[in-house]
């Protein structure tokens, strides 16, 4: 059981007899981490292409990048490493909290590797800075900053500042540039 998947589902497959208007081939080796730039979740480029792209912020969390499997991937690119910008962890539930704190990875719990990366972390699960919300609301933006979050929008304000530019990508892209400080492909961060 992860992310309070309940067990015994039935998974849903065609009728053999099915006909499609066309198919779509896709071929994912081909496939890589790509961000929406700021300030469309339209606007998409490599993650790649955008190194140049100094960051102040990292999130992950919220209803989106919140759940236990987006922060074990975080985890993935993280553990054994250090974050050198501020980092901020909003677990999506109650449950995600006490996954992380109860799961172990070799000696530590994922919520250790976590918070010994640097990231800070908070057990009160919320929407928290994703929302934006008030001056107090923990990782919101109070300063014009640019940030790489796990969440689902970036339009200007969404994380508090207006002027500040929000970056979406997934939590392995987050962790990956939360460790260099600027926007990076994850892809050389896993073994």
Not at 90 to 99: N, Q
Not at 123 to 149: H, Q, V, W, Y
Not at 178 to 189: N, V
Request: proline residues 7%; contains cysteine; positive net charge.
């Amino acid at each position: 059981k992860l992310n309070a998947t309940k067990p015994g589902y039935q998974p849903v497959e065609r009728d053999r007899e099915q006909k499609f208007v066309y198919e779509l081939a896709v071929d994912l080796s081909r496939l890589e981490p790509v961000v929406a730039c700021h300030p469309d979740p339209g606007r998409r480029k490599p993650a790649r292409e955008l190194g140049n792209i100094k960051l102040d912020r990292a999130y992950i969390g919220s209803c989106t990048g919140g759940k236990t499997s987006d922060f074990l991937e975080f985890a993935r690119v993280i553990r054994g490493r250090h974050v050198v910008i501020d980092t901020f962890g909003v677990p999506a539930t109650p449950e995600t909290v006490h996954e992380l704190q109860s799961c172990h990875w070799g000696d530590k719990t994922v919520w250790e590797i976590l918070v010994d990366a640097g990231v800070q972390m908070t057990e009160n699960a919320s929407c928290a800075a994703c929302l934006g919300g008030p001056t107090d609301t923990f990782g919101r933006m109070n300063t014009p900053m640019k940030c790489i979050s796990a969440t689902n929008r970036n339009f200007p304000g969404r994380m508090g500042h207006k002027e500040s530019q929000v970056f979406l990508a997934s939590p392995m892209t987050v962790a990956a540039s939360a460790i260099t400080g600027k926007i990076t492909d994850p892809r050389g961060f896993l073994s």
